[in-house]
């Protein structure tokens, strides 16, 4: 299985700025996703990040408030803009290959937005 | 788009006894179905997953099941221990993409 490393791994920030998360996987992956888990929910896939093209989002995100880039295999990162204290939550990437089914999981980054 | 729902909510146990989560999908083009496990304030773990063309498998303790027809699958541990205590969500796909998931299994495994 791939290691999936986010950078940061908590945060506390300020309504109305951005933050950038980072994720990256030790190897070649086909296929890295964003999801959102808010306190004691489930996982709300966010987008599919894809290489080498605009990422492809789910209802009810949008590239504006969710901008994703993906510039290589290993490598994607979600802003997220002009915060407010309901985006608070912990975003997760995954990655896998498109051979495989599998998806795996990075640590998540924990945000709190005050 | 796919909704997939999962039962119970709240599951507890006492050591030794066995535990059974069960969830249901939508979308009948979906084709994988793995089950993660997530302790508290970790990532989520895949634990076992199921391919719509197999209709049981087993890891040690862990089994799942699929009923195709009733678009159902089901996860069950066997021999419970403390430390099987987590949340356990389902989740199906259609080749890896658009992963939906179920809103999760609290498992308390009393000692």
């Known amino acids: 299985s791939a290691v999936i490393s986010q950078k940061p791994s908590r945060d506390i920030c300020q309504r109305g700025t951005s933050l950038t998360i980072q994720c990256q996987v030790d190897?070649?992956?086909?296929?890295m996703f964003w999801y959102r888990q808010q306190p004691g929910q489930s996982l709300t896939l966010i987008a599919t990040?894809?290489?080498?093209?605009?990422?492809?989002?789910e209802s009810g995100f949008v590239i504006d408030k969710f901008p994703i880039s993906r510039p290589n295999l290993t490598f994607s990162t979600l802003t997220v803009s002009n915060m407010s204290p309901e985006d608070s939550s912990i975003y997760l990437c995954?990655?896998?290959?498109?051979?495989?089914?599998?998806?795996?999981f990075g640590p998540g980054t924990r945000l709190t937005v005050l | 788009g796919e909704n997939v729902e999962q039962h119970p909510s709240t599951l507890s146990v006492q050591e030794g006894d066995s535990a059974v989560i069960k969830c249901t999908y939508s979308?009948?083009?979906?084709?994988?179905f793995p089950w993660y496990k997530q302790e508290l304030g970790k990532r989520p773990q895949l634990i076992i997953d199921?391919?719509?063309?197999?209709g049981e498998k087993k890891d040690q303790r862990i089994a799942v099941t699929l009923n195709k027809t009733a678009k159902h699958f089901s996860l069950h541990i066997t021999e419970t221990q403390p430390e099987d205590s987590a949340v356990y969500f389902c989740?199906?796909?259609?080749?890896?993409?658009?992963?939906?998931f179920g809103a999760g299994t609290r498992l308390t495994v009393k000692p």
């Open positions: 190897s070649q992956v086909t296929m």
């Open positions: 995954s990655a896998g290959t498109s051979g495989s089914n599998e998806q795996f």
């Open positions: 199921i391919r719509s063309n197999v």
């Open positions: 989740a199906a796909s259609m080749d890896n993409n658009d992963m939906r």
């Open positions: 979308d009948s083009a979906s084709n994988y």
């Open positions: 990040a894809n290489q080498g093209s605009e990422a492809t989002y």
